[in-house]
């Protein structure tokens, strides 16, 4: 039998948001597809993490993380949703919110298992799924709002559907989940036994009047939650990777021991300076993220505008999916290189959030960026007024 790769490699393939990427920089243009978030650290967390290196915190740590930032993880649960978590058996911190993830689904799915993802989605959470051999399901959401209907949820449930997959705030959509939807999802999880997998990382980024809920706060969801999210868009340390998940103790464990088994643990002295920042940073801090990213929002949206880029307006998270329909091009791909080669700036196109053609018209853009970098691709954008 000759040498080759594993069936399983099919299901990994390169991200379209990792291709726009990797265009760019040998292009020398101007990043809006990679959700990046090149912004300031806050020094609480970069002090954290030298003093911990410093002091000799650079071996293993416990599987499920550093026990100083499981209890700031749970206190931080505490005081922003006041629900109540045991840091010593209901927190595992992993490698970013992606291996919380994979280490969820390798714990509590069987292949062949079914879970129910909103569309658009995440590439990586379709990939995640692939990967474990369970199987995504797809439920469409409608724009502007991103409304979806009990009824196709009800259509997509089968014998073999184990979960639901919740991404509130949601890339790319920057839908925030209300709670009349959440309510929905809850009484359509508890009727048909299925685990919530959440994906909460931009939880603290959230415009106008809308909040998020996490699904676990929901009467009765705690025990069947999988609530996962990081800090590497909170305090701009993507390359980082700190994430976590919550559970009830009776999923912790196993999660825990597959956390032990692909990272072994988070980087140590970096735990230690995320919690810290858990620790020092108030409220002030998270009310200023938010008020911040959204004029980085407002500003994106009105230069998508201007260059006849319809926006759909996210009320969170840091991305936005525009109408690119009037650009030059067959699909959403060559529509983001004409693009690209006409301005300079970088974007997904809107076919790697959709399992079938209905991206062909949208592109994701990233505004978490530096002001600088932030104005100097609206300026760009402006050049299509021109063309």
């Known amino acids: 039998m000759p040498l080759e790769l594993s069936k399983r ?3 990994v393939m390169q991200s379209e948001i990792r291709n726009m990427s990797i265009e760019c920089e040998r292009a020398k243009g101007i990043n809006l597809a990679q959700g990046v978030c090149d912004t300031e650290v806050p020094m609480p967390v970069i002090a954290g993490a030298r003093e911990a290196m410093d002091n000799g915190i650079n071996i293993y740590t416990h599987y499920a ?19 109540e978590v045991d840091p010593e058996t209901e927190v595992i911190v992993s490698g970013g919110s992606t291996g919380a993830f994979y280490c969820a689904c390798m714990a509590l799915l069987n292949p062949g298992d079914e879970v129910i993802l909103f569309e658009p989605f995440y590439g990586y959470h379709v990939q995640t799924l692939r990967a474990t051999q369970a199987a995504p399901v797809y439920v469409r959401m409608a724009p502007p709002d991103w409304r979806f209907t009990v009824e196709d949820l009800e259509k997509a449930v089968t014998s073999r559907t184990r979960g639901i997959m919740i991404n509130t705030p949601a890339n790319p959509s920057g839908k925030v989940f209300s709670q009349e939807e959440l309510n929905v999802l809850a ?5 048909h036994d299925l685990f919530i ?8 980024f959230t415009y106008g009047e809308c909040r998020h809920i996490p699904p676990s706060t929901l009467s009765d969801m705690k025990e069947r939650t999988i609530t996962i999210s990081g800090l590497s868009k909170t305090f701009s340390i993507t390359g980082w990777r700190i994430g976590y998940c919550i559970c009830d103790r009776r999923w912790a464990t196993a999660i825990g021991f597959f956390n032990d088994l692909i990272y072994v643990c988070a980087p140590a002295p970096l735990q230690s300076g995320v919690a810290r920042g858990l620790l020092e940073l108030d409220q002030d801090y ?3 993220l938010s008020g911040m990213y959204q004029q980085k929002r407002d500003k994106i949206c009105d230069a998508l505008s201007r260059a006849r ?3 759909n307006i996210p009320d969170g998270a840091y991305y936005v999916l525009a109408d690119i329909s009037g650009l030059a091009g067959k699909n959403s791909k060559e529509r983001v290189m004409h693009l690209f080669h006409k301005t300079g ?6 076919e790697a959030f959709f399992h079938d053609d209905s991206g062909e018209d949208l592109a994701r853009f990233c505004f978490a960026k530096d002001d600088a970098v ?6 760009r954008l402006g050049r299509l007024d021109s063309i």
């Open 9 to 11: 490699h099919e299901f």
């Open 309 to 311: 880029l319809r926006p």
């Open 65 to 83: 993380g550093l026990f100083e930032l499981r209890e700031a993880i749970a206190a931080k649960q505490r005081q922003f949703y006041g629900v």
């Open 345 to 350: 700036v970088a974007c997904v196109p809107g």
């Open 187 to 191: 009484a359509f999880a508890q009727r």
């Open 197 to 204: 997998f959440t994906d909460e990382i931009y939880e603290h």
């Open 374 to 379: 932030l104005d100097d691709a609206c300026r």
């Open 286 to 288: 998270y009310k200023g």
